[in-house]
């Protein structure tokens, strides 16, 4: 009985967790067919899904409004699944302006999308909005980091090898500058910090931050602060598998919010195609556990049985 | 519309191209039969000629006419056999590369072009010079110039005619509460004008119009030797009456004080199979003489007939 109740709680996201278990649901339906009590001293057994006010059984709300959010979640993957990355994409930004999604998933498109990729997304992006994306970052963002924003957005970064090493060794040597004599307040809004990480190509970027290395004897990433913004965009650029595993831990961490959880679903998806052994091997590293048994340990139902086809087993 | 006269009957490539190499050879060069070939063929039959050439010759047509020409000819020459892409690329890159606030090609360029047109010449300008358009833009600009700048090369606009049309109130009130102010390199003036779509922008500029008294323009005019403010007129100008503004650029590149080679050949050249025929008309308005009269007043020898042959006459 007791074994019933657990796992139908758990069918439930009862345990935290992602997804639910709808075949286990279904076979409780069967189970407690008639049985009214058992019902009953399951909702008593659940005090976070069900309350009492007085005398009457009632459900609570927060966890109904979380409960819709774990059965679409197997819909939404299947819907993004089918979706053209552009489409993606687009409507991924058009989220962080339109129903709060962290800003930083802007910057994980506009720097982890090759060049065509981005301007796809942007081309999906009026299609589906009548506005370009850009005009909606500036004119809906303001924050200390639009600008960087709007620049990562516009970009169209040459793709090919060349890469200019003496200008790669002087940008790295303004951007010292540029942290040395501004606070980190100050840097997100540096020109020379802009121009060169919203215009330089990925291969030049990846050179000046190496040079940035060897002349001040710390990555780059230590000295920017708590400027998350320019962090992200740092590592989005030089180590996207890096970014992506730590994106997809902070989903699985005790308390973690809704755009965290989301961020799973949206980095495998995008990523499944990808680089996603990259990604699993960088994530094993950075975590010492297997992304495999993360996503079993923590998901449910047919939900998580997508997310395992997705990252190839 | 184009101004370009075509022969009813075209040469073959081979045969333009035999023409060609006949006018390179010997001592001197014939330069009316160069003439006579390059300027009237349009872009697809130019790239068809340029191919052929290095086919029979095994060299590029181009360093063939360089040899062979100079000054101003040459530079309105290999200016026009380029791909007209690749011609605004190789624009963009000369005016970068020699860039001061003065500049008027950039502005010129980015505006005037849809929003598929720039971004080919993005797409042009990597993969002839290795880098992007932004990023040599941003190296080479500087302070507010280079604030206005970058964004307006790199912009990619919403290209539907749909208006918002209290947006475009507000948005004129936007604008004119930091004209009054004089902060003219404002976030909110660069943001509004580089990232909106053209329709959204014409909305604005007429409800500024309404809304507060004087055309935008006539509001940015405080110092008339300021170029900073120019170039947000251009801005504002190549969005709303592109042609006017190309004739205008004309019209100076050809004051009394000498000749603009530059200006002059840079719009005969874009603008000969696109809308020269438009700026023609507005130039005989404004001037009550013929864009071709001032030419032939204004410049002399091949280049003279070169830039004719492009411009046309209606006397025809």
Redesign the interface.
Known sequence: MADETLSLKKAFSGHGGFGVDETTMAAMVAKWRKQPDQKSRFRNDFSGFFTNIGSIEKCEDDYLLRLKTEFSRFKNIMVLWLMHPWERDARWMHHVMHKSYPFTVIVEIACTRTSEELLGAKRAYQALFNHSVEEDVAYHIKESYSKLLVGLVSSFRYEGPQVDNEMAKWEAKALGNAIKSGGSGKLIQNEEVIRILTTRSKRHLKATFKHYKELHGKPIEEDLGANLCLQETVKCIDKPAKYFSEAINTAFKEGADKPSKLSLTRVIISRADVDMEEIKETYHKQFGVKLEDMITKNTHGHYKDTLLTLIGK | MSTLTIPHVVPSPQEDCEKLHTAFSGWGTNEGDIIEVVAHRTAAQRNAIRRTYHDIYGEDLLKSLDKELTQDFEKAVLLWMLDPIERDAALVNGAVKKWSPHDRVLVEIAVTKTANEL?AV??AY?EKY???L??DV??HTTGDF??LM??LV???????P?VDSGLAKSEAHTLRKHIKDEEYNH?EVI?ILT???KSQLMATFNAYHEEHGNPINKDLKKDPKDDFLFALRSIIRCITCPERYLEKVIRLSMKNTGTDEDALTRVVTTRAEVNLKEIKEIYYKRNTVKLEHAIKKDTKGHYEDFLLALVGSDEE
């Open positions: 971004l993005r797409k990597q290795k880098k992007s932004e990023e941003a190296a280079r604030k970058v964004p790199s912009s990619y606009r919403y290209e539907g749909e976030e943001r990232t909106r779509s």
